[in-house]
C-alpha cells in the first residue's frame, strides 16, 4: 500500500473515535504538546483500516496489528525520506495499543488485540536496574534494625525518593490512617501515599523505638521534625541512604546484588515495576511515584517481560 500525503479519516465513528481518543489523552496527564501527534498517530491506523475496507473498529485482530506493523516499517517518512526508523515505528504501535486499550476500558471491545505485542524503543528507554521480589525480601532478611526496615519502608513500600526521604517528617506519617504525605515532592506536587500492613507496622516500631532513643543523642535539637535521624540524632541526609543500603547488599552476600550500585532510586524503579507486573493500571502507579507526565511512568513498563511471557 503506498503513501498518502494526506491522512484523512471519513467514516464517522472513526472519526468520533479519533476526538475520543484525543480527550482520553488529555485526561490521563500525557504532555499537552504530544497529545496532538498521539491523535494523528491514531489517524493513521483507522486510515489504514478505511483503505483495507476495514469500517467495524470490534474486528480488529491480532493479525491485523502485525499487518499494520509491516505497513509501516515500510512506509516513508514524510518529512525526512527514506523509511521510518524502528523508534518511530514502535512508538507508533504504541500509540495504537493505547487507543484499543481505551476501547476496552469503554466496553466498545472485549480484549485488546495488542497484548503480548512488545513494542519496546529501545533508543528511546533508558537502562534501569530493578531488582527482583527475591531481591527485596532479601533485603528485608538481613535488616538488623528498625531504622534499617524504615528505610526500606520508604525507599521500596512508599516509592520515594531520596530527598522526599530525606525531607519526610514525622507529622507526614499517619500511622492511624495508614497513610504518607508528601507535601512537596519533585515539582512542588503533594501527594498522598497508602500504607500496607508491613510498612506501617515498620514505620510505627521504628518511630515508637528506634527514633526515641536516637532523640536523646548529642545531635539532636529539640523539636527536630525528622521522621529519620542519623546515629547522631539529626536529620539523615539522602547520601546516608545509599550507604546504609550498600551495607545491606553486602550483608546479603548475593553476588548479583553486590554487583551494582544499588540505591533508593533503585528501590523506587523496583516497586514500580513490580506495581505494574501486578497489573495497577499505569495512571495510578503515575499517581503513586508523583509523575508529572504520563510519559515518565511509561519508562518502567518495558521491563514487565514476566508479565507479557504469560500472555505469549
Known sequence: MGKSSVI????????????KFYEYVERLGYNGESNRTRQLGVNEFLWWLEQRGQREIGEVSRGDISAYREY???????VKGGRLSPKSVCRLLQVVRDFLEMLVRDGRIGSNPCSGL????????????VLSREEIGRLWEVTESHGE??????????????????????????IRDRLLIVPQGKGNKRRVIPLNETVTESLSVYYETERVLLSGRQGYRQG???????????????????????????????????????????????????LLQEGMPIEQVKMFLGHSQLETTQLYTHVTSEQIDRLI
Open 8 to 19: 484523512r479519516v471519513t467514516g464517522e465513528e472513526y472519526v468520533k473515535l479519533s476526538v
Open 72 to 78: 509501516l516499517s515500510g512506509r516513508e517518512n514524510r
Open 118 to 129: 512488545q513494542f519496546v524503543c529501545h533508543s528511546y528507554t533508558p537502562e534501569r536496574r
Open 149 to 174: 526496615r524504615a528505610l526500606l519502608s520508604l525507599g521500596y513500600g512508599c516509592g520515594l525518593r531520596s530527598k522526599e526521604a530525606e525531607r519526610c517528617n514525622t507529622q507526614d506519617v499517619h
Open 224 to 274: 527536630e521534625q525528622a521522621f529519620l535521624l542519623n546515629l547522631r540524632g539529626g536529620r539523615m541526609k539522602s547520601e546516608s541512604f545509599n550507604r546504609r543500603l550498600g551495607v545491606l547488599v553486602d550483608r546479603t552476600g548475593n553476588p548479583a546484588l553486590k554487583a551494582g550500585e544499588i540505591t533508593m532510586h533503585t528501590l523506587r524503579h523496583s516497586i514500580a515495576t513490580h
